[in-house]
């Protein structure tokens, strides 16, 4: 099973930026679906945006147009660019590729 490790996440005022990383410990096929979820506290862990076998991508309604979901196969990197953030965008995100492997997570906090 992959190693992913995240990073990038930390403390931001509303309406700025940050730019997750995910890197895999070995190279991750092209075909092979990756994604970003999220967890807040008390809340069920949830799809952020991902990127399907077949290259297409999705997101959910209330990052879309903010965030941007985007891999890097030759460095075995998924990125999470987000801008725009909102309080309610705080949570743990979280990696994963191909369904099954997960990374620890990154805390991301918007200041209210």
């Known amino acids: 099973q992959v190693q992913l490790a995240e990073s990038g996440g930390g403390l931001v005022q509303p309406g700025g930026s940050l730019r997750l990383s995910c890197v895999a410990s070995?190279?991750?096929?092209?075909?092979?679906?990756v994604g970003w979820y999220r967890q807040a506290p008390g809340k069920q862990r949830e799809l952020v945006a991902h990127?399907?076998?077949?290259?297409?991508?999705q997101y959910a309604l209330s990052v879309k147009g903010r965030f941007t979901i985007s891999r890097d196969n030759a460095k075995n990197t998924v990125y999470l660019q987000m801008n725009s953030l909102k309080p309610e965008d705080t949570a743990v995100y979280y990696c994963?590729?191909?369904?099954?492997?997960w990374g620890q997570g990154t805390q991301v906090t918007v200041l209210s």
């Open positions: 070995r190279s991750i096929p092209g075909i092979v679906a």
């Open positions: 990127i399907g076998s077949g290259g297409s991508t």
């Open positions: 994963n590729v191909g369904y099954t492997s």
